[in-house]
């Protein structure tokens, strides 16, 4: 029995409901696998991120890190409930613009946008870029003369902090690929050539030290940092950040083995450092922003399979497998990622059988849960896996020609499809037959 799920979530028939439909309805109108979103819990979790910062009378802007999941629908229920959006490449950014994303709340990141990009974004008036090297300070200031224009910009830097998470997944340490380093002056370097340039408008320092990060410990060095770093700066240069942006990295519960604090905690922990510590070095309080992407879309989505076939390695061990796999959800193969299933039909059944949960991929690491406890299962039964709404679906692929899932939101009882399942025709749309000729 997961305790990711809720009482409330069982209907009278003992089948799982998200969103107030019937997991099996879902499963059955839709077709798996599915991936499907309670868009009330998206809608919670900003909420709850914002109250902490009403509640601290702080300003500040709770911008959604949109590579967790990043489709138009996603985009327009982000800005009904008055959150900002990061953007890392010009896909994201033209999702974003095709769900009527308020430009101004987007900030730009990533680490090698190209000029073509950065044209993109200063057309159509993107917020804030957030500049990550040398090369993109040059390209962003030939943009903005080519187009006579000025936008704000926040500079990204290396606080030095090495987050305890994966190694694929950690971002802030010295070595990392992401942003300006401190500790060789490189970011003193990048300010002074930003505040030299009339076209940027600097607003503020950013820091991001990983994802999925359980300990408080990383953040609030990262938050002392950056204050650190914006009193020196006031006193080497006369200029003071108005925004000290943390970045997400906000862990969240996949398996019972976990046990973070609520997302909005960390932010509350992150809030009242930085006051400490700014009136400690007599700075004006700066708003403060933040980046978090798992803790929004991550709880809210569920993963729907059906069961197929299994193997039985007698005195060995078993193999369950589903309809999907590595395609929908590499986060297992990619980082050892540790997820639960339930059976839909029954998800607090006793369990009574541990498995390898595998999916249909031609890869023997294609395993979506190493060490699944389960209920005896048949094959056509459907299982959720829980907690799949970040970084499953946004980096999901079409390896071995299969076609991404179809994605469906759920609300009040409510379910409707917003990103459409991948046909066979879908997969060859952009193929060209070869004419050697
Ligand atoms: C700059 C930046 N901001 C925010 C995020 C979101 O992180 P998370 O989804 O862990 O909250 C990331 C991803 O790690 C990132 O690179
Ligand atoms: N994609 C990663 C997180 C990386 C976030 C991007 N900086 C994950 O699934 O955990």
Redo the contacts with the bound molecule.
């Keep these: 029995m997961s305790e990711q799920v809720s009482n409330q979530q069982i209907n009278d028939e003992g089948h799982l409901t998200i969103g107030g439909v019937d997991a099996l309805a879902l499963a059955k109108q839709y077709q798996t696998p599915l991936a499907v979103y309670d868009v009330s819990k998206i809608r919670d979790q900003i909420r709850r991120f914002k109250s902490v910062f009403e509640d601290n009378g702080v300003d500040y802007a709770v911008t959604y890190?949109s590579?967790?999941f990043a489709t138009i629908a996603m985009y327009q229920v982000v800005d009904q409930e008055g959150a900002h959006i990061d953007v890392v490449s010009g896909g994201e950014l033209y999702t974003a613009l095709q769900a009527n994303f308020p430009a101004a709340n987007i900030s730009f990141h990533g680490n090698n946008k190209s000029y073509d990009e950065l044209e993109m974004a200063i057309e159509n008036h993107v917020g804030t870029i957030v500049l990550d090297n040398f090369h993109e300070i040059e390209q962003l200031s030939d943009v903005l003369e080519k187009h006579d224009a000025s936008v704000q910009v926040m500079m990204r830097i290396t606080p030095g902090i090495s987050a305890h998470t994966?190694e694929?997944?950690q971002?802030g340490q010295e070595d990392s690929k992401f942003g300006f380093d401190l500790k060789t002056g490189l970011a003193d370097k990048a300010l002074q050539q930003v505040l030299a340039n009339n076209r940027m408008n600097m607003i503020g320092i950013h820091a991001?030290i990983?994802?999925?990060i359980f300990e408080l410990n990383g953040f609030q060095m990262a938050a002392e940092k950056l204050v650190d770093i914006a009193a020196e700066w006031r006193a080497k240069y006369d200029y003071q950040p108005q925004v000290i942006n943390v970045g997400g990295g906000f862990g969240i519960r996949y398996t019972k083995d976990d046990n973070p604090l609520a997302p909005e905690a960390f932010v509350d922990a992150i809030v009242k450092t930085i006051k400490q510590r700014a009136t400690d070095k007599g700075l004006t309080m700066p708003a403060v922003w933040i980046e978090p992407?798992?803790s929004i879309a991550g709880p809210a989505g569920y993963t729907l399979y059906t069961v197929g076939g299994r193997k039985d390695v007698e005195g060995l061990t078993s193999y369950l497998t589903v309809d999907g796999g590595m395609g929908d959800n590499i986060?297992p193969a990619?980082?050892q990622?540790e997820y639960e299933a339930v059976l839909a039909s029954d998800p607090f059944a006793k369990t009574t059988e541990t498995v390898h949960l595998a999916g249909k991929y031609c890869e023997s690491g294609d395993i979506l849960i190493d060490q699944a406890h389960l209920p005896a299962t048949k094959p056509g039964d459907v299982l959720a896996m829980l907690d799949t709404g970040?970084?499953g679906y946004?980096?999901a692929s079409n390896y071995n020609r299969n076609g991404r899932p179809a994605v469906v939101f759920v609300e009040n009882g409510k379910s409707q499809v917003v990103v459409k399942r991948e046909t066979y025709a879908d997969l060859t749309r952009l193929d060209q037959a070869y004419d050697p000729e």
Excluded: E, F, P
């Design positions: 890190a590579k967790a994966h694929y997944i971002t991001h990983g994802s999925q992407g798992r986060r990619l980082y990622a970040a970084y946004s980096m």
